[in-house]
């Protein structure tokens, strides 16, 4: 669960060490009926073209070699994790439990449309959410971002670098983007008043050089940067992002429904003469200029608001069953990214794994982070199949996070550990991206099965 980046390489990293005389078989189960790549989702946001370039279907063919006992449940939902068995919305091979030796959720974490597709979209519908949303993008002449974290400055840059008229702002609540202040959750509680419990996860610090490169870029792309301060969100009265209450409506489960029209109607368009309103709280384009009003007293004026801001975990599943095995909304793992709990009669004892965004692990809740997760879960998984005990995981001493603001700039940064850590700026950073942020090979190229998967670039 599921074909996410986590999740696919996990199976990848299994299924060529597996004991064949065990006849023990891998299942890739997946709501969805096609995988997508988040690493230039937000490029497909924005830029005409790329929203092709971003989703592969689902298949055993495609997954698996021919001849294979290994299967891809696509399309199917896990309604129920139960203690050796998950139960599917409809029939696999003739039952809707599923027993298993072990199950790895790779589930990741949910933002407000159109960043990500929806569970119970087809491909084509989100494929045509994205052009809807380019097209949107594209009549906007204020847009105002909400947080300065990854996803705000990533979808910032594309507009700006795309779009290079429009008024581009970000509005971000630390002294500089991303993260340089580190947490301190646990003086936040007692000043409070609050319990003395704090969460095990947080995002590590980003090196306050890095805040600054990304000015210097957000500068030179015309972007406007509001730091130490917070926009106001009042509480929608229908839909969290414009009219996609018809499009792709966010239900409490993380699941959403969908509607395939593909045009931009007249009540979507703005009217850049009409007088400024209240914003209501709503993502999005707006049905007119709104003000959005700051927690220091400012106002801005905006035709078009992104949430930059507002990623959940996926591990409703985990939370219907044991409450005590989540963390803050992440799943709890142990140092073997084993799910664990604080209750004495969970259903986790040892048989579940969580890997990448879902979990608790330390590190940055990156595509590598999920990688590494995914090689070490898949080896833990051989040896108990062999016997052995498993063996701890380790963030490692080096990590590293590069953004792109649009194909021609960016910032990044290299940790390694006591050696200290290396930042750097846009030449470095779109070598290591390239033209496709490695579209080719990480997103086509885990695709190994009998029938070739091929994302072509011009």
Not at 95 to 117: D, K, L, N, Y
Not at 141 to 166: C, D, L, S
Not at 422 to 437: A, D, E, M, Q
């Amino acid at each position: 669960m599921t074909a996410s980046i986590a999740g696919h390489e996990c199976v990848n990293r299994l299924v060529p060490h597996l004991p064949s005389h065990l006849g023990i078989r891998v299942l890739l189960i997946d709501a969805r009926s096609f995988a997508w790549w988040p690493i230039t989702i937000l490029r497909a946001v924005v830029v005409p073209g790329w929203e092709d370039k971003i989703t592969i279907p689902l298949s055993t063919e495609r997954v698996f070699k021919a001849d294979s006992p290994h299967r891809v449940i696509a399309g199917n939902k896990v309604l129920e994790l139960r203690e050796g068995s998950v139960v599917l919305e409809r029939p696999f091979e003739g039952s809707e439990e599923v027993p298993f030796f072990r199950c790895v959720i790779a589930t990741g974490a949910s933002q407000t449309i159109p960043t990500m597709p929806g569970w119970s979209q087809t491909e084509k519908e989100f494929i045509d959410s994205l052009r809807r949303s380019q097209r949107k993008i594209e009549s906007a002449k204020r847009v105002v971002v909400v947080g300065g974290g990854a996803v705000g400055v990533e979808i910032a840059g594309e507009i700006a670098a795309h779009h290079p008229h429009k008024s581009v702002t970000i509005v971000h609540k630390d002294c500089g983007l991303l993260a340089p202040t580190p947490p301190n959750d646990v003086s936040i509680k007692i000043q409070k008043g609050g319990s003395a419990e704090v969460k095990s996860y947080f995002s590590p610090p980003t090196d306050p050089r890095l805040s600054v490169e990304l000015g210097k870029i957000c500068d030179k792309l015309g972007i406007a940067v509001i730091l130490n301060d917070r926009v106001i969100i009042p509480i929608p009265t229908n839909s969290s992002f414009d009219d996609e209450s018809k499009d792709n409506e966010v239900h409490p489960d993380g699941h959403f429904s969908t509607n395939t029209d593909g045009r931009v109607s007249e009540g979507d368009k703005v009217d850049s003469e009409s007088k400024s309103i209240e914003w209501d709280g709503t993502f999005g384009l707006q049905p007119s200029l709104v003000t959005l009003r700051l927690e220091s007293g400012k106002t801005l004026q905006a035709d078009y608001v992104y949430p930059g801001c507002g990623v959940r975990p996926n591990s409703k599943l985990v939370g219907e069953v044991d409450e005590g095995a989540l963390d803050d909304g992440l799943i709890r793992v142990d140092e073997y990214l084993k799910v664990t709990s604080t209750s004495h009669e969970s259903i986790f004892k040892g048989q579940y794994y969580a890997i990448g965004d879902v979990c608790s692990c330390p590190g940055f809740k990156l595509a590598r982070t999920a990688f590494v997760n995914a090689s070490k879960t898949a080896g833990n998984i051989i040896s108990e199949i062999k016997g052995k005990s498993p063996s701890k995981y380790s963030v490692g001493a080096i990590s590293h996070l590069d953004l792109p603001l649009g194909p021609d700039e960016g910032a990044g940064m290299t940790n390694f550990g006591w050696l200290g850590t290396w930042v750097f700026g846009s030449k470095v950073t779109t070598r290591i991206r390239g033209k496709t942020s490695g579209t080719e090979r990480f997103f086509a190229g885990r695709f190994r099965g009998e029938k070739k998967s091929e994302i072509v670039f011009d």
